[in-house]
């Protein structure tokens, strides 16, 4: 099971690397990693998504918690976030597979960012299964490139994950 954890931290040189060193020590594996200013420039929001039983959640949540420079960590419930990932996906073309991708490109909602000869470029943000169903449905073209930021959430309706609350 998916768990996704978010956090508040210091924005400063080296915590990055501290989250990291917990996860290889406790050999806890990130499935997903983003990290982004919030509105306050002292302070990051870092979004990590874990795959492992409950047990295991807490227990990176606890950890995480611990570390110098973490200053609020909780782990989001899937029925209460809504979660997004963007992609970026390089397909190589002809002419007569142009037209195809193009296609699934509209269905899915994507935008084309870059046209050349021989290759199109796909934009795609949405949630992270859908990102999955767009890279298999591409899957049957050459793809050259793919790069995905990883998935960033927010809680829904009224909970958020502040200091001061």
Known sequence: MKHTIAALVENKAGVLARISMLFA???????S?????????TISRVTI????DDYIAEQVT???AKLFNVLKVRNL?????????LCL???EVDEKKRS????????MGCDIVDISHTTLMIEFDDRPDRVDLLVDLLSKYNILEIA????????????HLRLDD
Request: charged letters at 30%; proline letters at 2%; hydrophobic letters at 35%.
């Open 148 to 159: 995905r930021t990883g998935s960033i959430a927010l809680q829904k309706g009224g909970h």
């Open 49 to 52: 998504i874990v795959d492992g």
């Open 89 to 91: 996906i390089k397909v």
């Open 33 to 41: 990693l983003a990290v982004g200013p919030t509105d306050d420039q």
């Open 100 to 107: 195809e991708v193009v296609d699934i490109a509209k269905i």
């Open 62 to 64: 606890r950890q995480l």
């Open 25 to 31: 020590r406790r050999g806890f594996n990130i499935d």
């Open 77 to 85: 419930s899937d029925n209460d976030i809504t979660v997004r990932e």
